[in-house]
């Protein structure tokens, strides 16, 4: 993989964009795969690093119907965190804290992780249950987790109205310091770069049609670019999950909504944390770029439209602005909308399905970019060894005949 030294950044800097480097190959569909991973978002093109990484597996495609990390990485508002209240959530997204923390280094490539802690706070007596509840839960499992009182939230965030007359008072906070923020297109490219080096091949507008099945086992893919065969199939299609599905014959639990999201004009650095409540149905942070990046619950209805819609910015910026009146006069600039599949107990699917050899990768809902590097690195395990890697085993379809359901709707702190 190439490096790049002080010289090099400088000769970028100066060379007008011009004459660069690809940073992955343009290739050729083959006949034939060992894995065919069906979606290069994030999560899917972790899994192809970590399979060709981790497991010497590098015969692999990633069939992507637009271009990578255009979907759900691209318009999410990167929130990391792992203070899920249960021990199964916890430890999957505890994994994946971790390897963001060792992430930039280990893609030699800069993903702008930053740990500036995350607030989820708490305006009623049944939220600070919940919160307190939380917190001791996530200090059990290891998990750096504080429960903040509202002048300590205060002192961390000046500009945030917490009198006591504030029309949703704030009571107090659950804060993970060592939570935070990502770049989102750069976690797409880092992962994409690594696996291009190690062999994979990344197949951008392959829109997969249908899947090849034969005596229940996948061996293949139909694609608008002819049909593709592997033995393996692993679909990381977030939203278009249950479209997939579909087009292998069986049903998964999932309903697919639009999340928006939007972005204010540029600030001078006023917010060096991230802020979310549940409550007054907002959250907020502020990007390297000086954007506050601004967002709320799902649409209350069904969709696969990604686009934003003008009732659902005026209640976040209502929303918004209760909490920060200081913001009440800056502009917003762009919205947007991506579709999140979500699960009924607000967790995903890591699982093999009816079909042999053909495995999904689900259900993240609002909350999966946190989730990026541990997702792919657990259903490579799963795709490699045929077998679910203890951290997803909780996550099998299974769950949906046995009732062994892990509610995080809490901790997904973004309301359903
Ligand atoms: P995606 O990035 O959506 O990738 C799936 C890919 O599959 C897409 O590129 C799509 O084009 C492709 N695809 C679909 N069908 C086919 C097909 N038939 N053939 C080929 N390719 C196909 N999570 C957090 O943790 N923190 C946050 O702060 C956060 N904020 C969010 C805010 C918004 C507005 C939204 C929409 C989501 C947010 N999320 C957040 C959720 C997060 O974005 C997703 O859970 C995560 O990005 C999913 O990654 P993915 O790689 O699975 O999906
Ligand atoms: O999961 O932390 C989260 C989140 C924040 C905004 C959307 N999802």
Same mark, same amino acid.
């Given at each position: ?67 990578? =990390? ?20 916890? $430890? ?104 291009? $080096? ?27 670019? =002819? ?20 087009? /292998? ?163 997904? =702190?973004? /309301?359903?």
């Amino acid at each position: 993989m190439q490096r790049y030294s002080g010289f090099g950044l400088a000769k970028h800097a100066l060379s007008h964009h011009e004459n660069w480097e690809r940073q992955w190959r343009n290739p050729t569909p083959k006949k034939q795969y060992d894995v065919i991973i069906v979606g290069g978002g994030g999560h899917g093109l972790a899994t192809a690093y970590y399979l060709a990484k981790e497991h010497g597996v590098r015969n692999v495609a990633v069939l992507e119907k637009g271009w990578l =990390g255009g979907g759900n990485t691209a318009r999410n508002t990167t929130i990391v965190r792992s203070n899920y209240l249960w021990d199964e959530a916890a $430890a999957l997204y505890e994994h994946s804290m971790k390897l963001w923390e060792g992430l930039s280094q280990d893609l030699n490539y800069n993903v702008m992780f930053s740990q500036r802690g995350v607030m989820n706070l708490a305006h009623t007596l049944q939220d600070m249950r919940d919160v307190q509840r939380r917190v001791n839960a996530n200090r059990l499992n290891g998990i750096d987790s504080e429960v903040l009182t509202p002048e300590q939230i205060q002192e961390l965030v000046p500009i945030m109205d917490c009198s006591k007359n504030a029309r949703y008072p704030i009571m107090g906070a659950s804060w993970q310091p060592r939570a935070g923020v990502a770049r989102h297109d750069a976690v797409a490219w880092g992962f994409a770069r690594a696996a291009d $080096a190690l062999g994979v091949d990344l197949l951008q507008n392959t829109e997969v049609t249908g899947f090849k099945i034969r005596d229940g086992r996948v061996y293949g893919v139909h694609t608008n670019r =002819g049909d593709i065969e592997a033995k393996t199939v692993g679909c990381v299609a977030a939203g278009n999950s249950g479209v997939l599905a579909k087009m /292998a014959g069986f049903r998964l639990p999932l309903e697919s909504h639009p999340l928006q999201a939007l972005v204010s004009e540029p600030l001078k650095p006023i917010l060096d944390t991230v802020v979310m409540s549940n409550h007054v149905h907002g959250y907020i942070s502020q990007s390297d770029k000086g954007d506050l990046v601004i967002g709320a619950g799902i649409d209350g209805y069904n969709g696969y439209g990604q686009r934003g819609s003008y009732p659902t910015v005026e209640h976040t910026l209502q929303a918004i602005v209760e909490m920060f009146p200081i913001f009440s006069r800056v502009r917003m600039n762009r919205q947007w909308g991506g579709i999140v599949d979500t699960c009924p107990d607000a967790c995903p699917i890591l699982s093999a399905t009816p079909v042999k050899g053909l495995f999904f990768n689900c259900g993240w809902g609002t909350g999966g970019f946190k989730a990026t590097p541990g997702s792919g690195h657990v259903f490579a395990w799963t795709l490699a060894k045929n077998q679910a890697h203890p951290l997803a085993a909780p996550f099998s379809i299974d769950r949906f005949h046995t009732g062994a359901l892990v509610d995080e709707h809490g901790a997904a =702190g973004v /309301a359903h």
